[in-house]
């Protein structure tokens, strides 16, 4: 199993343009969840989902889409880039959201808006 | 006010010497989570403890759910337990902002 996989790795935008950071996870989790990762913070959730065709918002959404077509992928779409979003990235999955479940984590993805 | 707080933020040890890692909460939860943080930015879970005591290899977690607070143990530390400590509690998945930890030979 690859177990939870992001792309880019790495993504340098522009203030206005738009991306899509993508996630993918190959074991059959319900539940994924997008956070973002800043300099003396802890990880603040921004999007999850508890299953295909359900998403809900977390503690920081504006600036940010998702959706979930399907139990493999949850990207994350940014629709018009601001400095403020430069961070980094991960996404994560589990069996569950209600259960005390292990979360998985993706590697990461490091963006910055310039 | 972060609802899950860490201390220390920071912590240098010696080779050998036990660490203690300290996570306070303010809501009421169903399990919280044990995380570290390789400098390389990877995240992988530790623990996930609703109760009681958890122990793998040198690692132990403690969790008193009356005080709402856990504690992370490292016995033996050792350079590559250098890391950021990171705990979070279940619900809406709340993290604390991180212990870095690094060991020195």
């Known amino acids: 199993n690859a177990g939870v996989t992001q792309t880019p790795k790495f993504q340098v935008l522009k203030t206005g343009q738009s991306m899509t950071l993508q996630c993918a996870q190959d074991?059959?989790?319900?539940?994924m969840s997008w956070y973002r990762q800043d300099p003396g913070m802890g990880l603040r959730l921004i999007h999850y989902s508890v299953g295909a065709g359900i998403t809900d918002q977390g503690e920081v959404p504006n600036g940010y889409n998702v959706s979930r077509s399907t139990t493999e992928d949850f990207p994350l779409r940014l629709l018009s880039a601001a400095p403020s979003q430069t961070s980094v990235y991960f996404c994560?999955?589990?069996?569950?959201?209600?259960?005390?479940?292990?979360?998985?984590f993706g590697p990461g993805t490091r963006l910055t808006v310039l | 006010k972060n609802e899950v707080e860490q201390s220390p933020q920071n912590l240098t040890a010696q080779e050998g010497e036990f660490i203690t890692i300290n996570c306070s909460y303010s809501v009421g939860i169903s399990a919280l989570h044990w995380l570290q943080q390789h400098p390389g930015g990877g995240i992988v879970s530790l623990f996930m403890?609703?109760?009681g005591k958890k122990k793998h290899g040198r690692l132990i977690a403690t969790i008193n759910i009356q005080e709402k607070h856990s504690s992370l143990h490292i016995t033996a530390s050792h350079p590559r337990d250098s890391a950021v400590y990171i705990c979070a509690v279940q619900e809406d998945m709340r993290f604390g902002a991180g212990t870095r930890l690094t060991v020195k030979p």
């Open positions: 074991m059959n989790h319900e539940y």
């Open positions: 403890l609703s109760s």
């Open positions: 994560a999955s589990s069996y569950s959201r209600d259960s005390a479940n292990e979360q998985f």
